[in-house]
């Protein structure tokens, strides 16, 4: 386990903390001085892997502190702070920050004391540039795989960084692909890509895109903590009653490559499934592809059978892993994690968000399997009331069965009706009359305000396991993504369903229990879940 100060503590800044970069035993106890507090949960979570010794990138944290006040983000974006933990990642790797040969690259993320999905910016290969995409060809032998993520790159760094607008990007997109996935252009396509991103950025923007890794890792810094301060993120702090004054931590770690092609990807994993509480591994994975892919809600991914029978090796050790987290931090989980040529990486493990049917179930299961004790389950499900361990099922009218306009994958469970809105502005004005269901290309946590006012969510894109997808959980509101039947005419004001046309405004109906889409406002009935709920009468009667 490596956060420690080691014999060189006094060589580190205050505030900066080590996870993965030294080869000390695991098992070690954590250091007095760390807390969730300081390092932001994700990375607290990132240093508790390391110490169970499963596989994680060697990364640095910069502490919450630094994001008290402006004074202290200008000293986070300085070398004399990020400089010793480059130092570290360098020797753990190594690879050497901004070296043209052997050449180190690195994500920054951020992270809170309390877990928001999505609220926050991440950017991904940092340190690479002209200099360094040599240096990337001759470590991989993988031309695409540089190509692609020079492109990635700057795309990121275009639209979070430098305020560059998606659909500069998007039409030169499909100027080179057309209406083809990503994945299937090859690298001379790529190349031409990122050569198009670079004349998009400084066209934009009347600024090159920065080729100094130095100066990459330094804005990327800045970005991350001011991102705190985002409206999503301001607006998830307000709807669930945070404090804004913890601020995030930043952490800077080693880069997996989940896009080095057809043994590697990208993926989130629920150790049990967030909908009903059912105590097997619930994953989506996207081969070749990064981690924002699947958590962004602009792709569609594959659930876990894939990843099962593609990789056995890979998906082994990711159930040994969940039952390792699952046992030491005693509840259900949300990893994310990458696999770059056969090999899992883990990068970060949080308690996942779950359906009052699930929570019921984990912590009536975990009792039973001895993972927690009674009072922790009592603790976990003191919130639920018998009325929230319920099924709701369409009702047959006069025997008939309804069609369903199209299947989606189920984010959350429930039925529900209402009136379509294709916009944030349209949800809260109808919401505030009625029940109003939000229809969205992407599962975009930019959305977030349009779902509180929202009864139900359909999604195009995204996956089960997309950021947005999380929220609207969390929010107990249905949940329905990676619809490919669905499309949005949004200058009409109109989507289609193959050949059903609904208007912005016709009441539509989404089944989370079976990702069934229904044209109208359809009738239900509720069912108790009898048996979850006789479990946790007995377990409040101890």
Not at 234 to 260: I, S
Request: with cysteine.
């Amino acid at each position: 386990m490596s956060t420690q100060r080691e014999d060189a503590a006094s060589a580190l800044p205050d505030h900066l903390y080590l996870i993965g970069c030294d080869a000390g035993s695991p098992q070690r106890p954590l250091p007095a001085d760390v807390s969730a507090q300081m390092l932001g949960f994700k990375a607290f979570n990132l240093l508790k892997m390391a110490a169970l010794g499963l596989r994680v990138p060697p990364a640095f944290v910069l502490g919450t502190p630094y994001c008290g006040s402006d004074e202290m983000r200008a000293r986070a974006t300085g070398a004399s702070v990020w400089r010793a933990g480059i130092s570290r990642l360098e020797r753990a790797t190594g690879r050497r920050f901004g070296d043209p040969r052997v050449p180190l690259f690195v994500s920054v993320r951020s992270g809170a004391p309390v877990s928001m999905p999505g609220m926050m910016d991440t950017l991904l290969n940092i340190g690479l540039c002209e200099r360094t995409l040599g240096g990337l060809l001759r470590q991989t032998g993988n031309p695409r795989l540089a190509w692609d993520t020079y492109r990635r790159l700057i795309r990121a760094w275009g639209e979070l960084v430098s305020g560059v607008p998606e659909h500069a990007f998007d039409e030169e997109y499909k100027r080179i692909a057309g209406s083809r996935d990503e994945r299937s252009l090859d690298f001379t396509e790529l190349r031409t890509l990122a050569h198009r991103y670079l004349a998009v950025h400084e066209s934009e923007t009347g600024k090159p895109f920065p080729q100094d890794p130095a100066a990459q890792l330094e804005a990327a810094i800045s970005q991350v903590l001011a991102s705190w301060h985002s409206d999503r993120a301001c607006e998830y702090r307000r709807q669930f009653g945070l404090d804004d004054t913890p601020g995030t931590a930043v952490t800077v770690q080693t880069m997996v490559f989940g896009n080095a092609g057809g043994r590697s990807g990208a993926g989130v994993a629920f150790t049990r499934s967030p909908l009903d509480g059912e105590p097997a591994l619930w994953a989506d994975f996207l081969f070749n592809a990064q981690g924002e892919d699947v958590v962004s809600g602009r792709r569609v991914a594959r659930g876990h059978e894939t990843l099962a029978q593609a990789l056995p090796p890979v998906w082994t050790a990711l159930r040994d892993s969940a039952a390792a987290l699952e046992r030491a931090l005693g509840d259900m989980q949300d990893i994310e994690f990458t696999v770059q040529d056969g090999q899992l990486y883990l990068l970060q493990t949080r308690a996942g968000k779950r359906s009052a049917r699930a929570a019921a179930r984990i912590a009536l299961d975990m009792l039973d399997e001895g993972l927690i004790t009674a009072n922790v389950a009592r603790e976990r499900t003191a919130s639920l009331d018998l009325a929230s361990l319920v099924t709701v099922r369409l009702a047959n009218e006069d025997g008939q069965t309804a069609t369903p306009l199209a299947h989606a994958a189920s984010g959350n469970v429930g039925v529900t009706s209402g009136e379509i809105a294709l916009d944030t502005k349209r949800a809260i004005e109808r919401g505030a009359q009625g029940a109003v269901v939000l229809l969205r290309q992407d599962a975009d946590t930019a959305d977030i305000a349009a779902l509180q006012a929202s009864t139900g969510l359909l999604t195009r894109n995204g996956t089960r396991t997309a950021h947005a997808a999380v929220v609207a959980r969390q929010m107990g509101k249905v949940c329905l993504v990676g619809c490919p039947d669905l499309v949005i005419d949004e200058v009409a004001r109109s989507v289609r369903f193959g050949d059903t046309t609904l208007r912005e405004g016709d009441p539509v109906t989404l089944d989370g229990d079976t990702g069934a889409v229904y044209a109208g406002a359809m009738q239900t009935v509720t069912e108790p879940l009898v048996d979850l709920q006789q479990r946790l009468l007995r377990l409040r009667s101890q």
